[in-house]
């Protein structure tokens, strides 16, 4: 899938899954971060610079679960992004320099943007849920600071919370296809057509 195309998907997916209550009163539901999480040198998923956004969309779980860690399980269970696919990208739960406090760094393993959509996802403590990121496909690494705030969290009285740890996944596998692949079967499909109607009519 071309990157306009995969841009289109997400921003129709972001506008549908954005609100979307997975369950009655109670449950699980995934709500849209505020737009400064994504817009400009304001977003919390940025390049190396921290002066441009690599991400298109954040959605964070709710009601807070301390205890919901960002593992493959619990990602595919809230179905982030509108998707319930997301595979491992050998980069689950990582709680290392970088990925630990108010701010460190990313970097998309092995990444390929042809093939996969790739989402990073934030976990911390009590009052919060995971947060997760939908990457636009600019930048391959860069910065990250904590988007544990107050609001959209009620921290108890913080601004801020550290991230205990974050998990970058992947979905797709090389199964997408180009719009001019989709354009020339298309073609052919009618080209099928036509002739199987000829066939038909002689």
């Known amino acids: 899938m071309g990157t306009r195309m995969r841009a289109k998907s997400f921003g ?17 539901a995934l709500l849209s971060c505020p737009d400064s999480f994504t817009t400009g040198a304001t977003g919390k998923v940025e390049n190396a610079a921290g002066t441009a956004t690599a991400a298109s969309g954040c959605q964070y779980l709710t009601p ?4 919901n860690v960002a ?6 269970a809230a179905g982030f992004f509108g998707h319930s696919d997301w595979q491992e990208n050998g ?5 290392g320099i970088g990925s630990v406090g108010r701010s460190g760094t990313w970097s998309i ?9 790739y ?6 403590g009590s009052n919060t849920n995971l947060v997760a990121f939908a990457f636009n496909e600019l930048f391959g690494s860069g910065v990250w600071s904590t988007p ?4 959209p969290f009620d921290l108890k009285g913080a601004q801020s919370k550290d991230v205990s740890h974050l998990s970058i996944f992947r979905r797709g596998g090389g199964q997408e296809v180009s719009e001019p ?5 298309f073609g052919l499909g009618l080209l099928a057509l036509g002739f199987v109607r000829r066939r038909q009519l002689a």
């Open 12 to 28: 129709t997916v972001l506008a549908a899954a954005g609100l979307v209550s997975l369950a009655g009163p109670g449950h699980a």
């Open 64 to 67: 807070p679960d301390q205890n």
């Open 71 to 76: 593992k493959l399980a619990n990602v595919n």
């Open 91 to 95: 980069q689950s739960q990582l709680s």
């Open 109 to 117: 393993a092995n990444v390929n943007f042809a093939a996969f959509d």
């Open 119 to 124: 989402i990073i996802v934030f976990k911390d």
């Open 148 to 151: 544990f705030e107050n609001p």
């Open 181 to 185: 692949g989709i354009l020339a079967l």
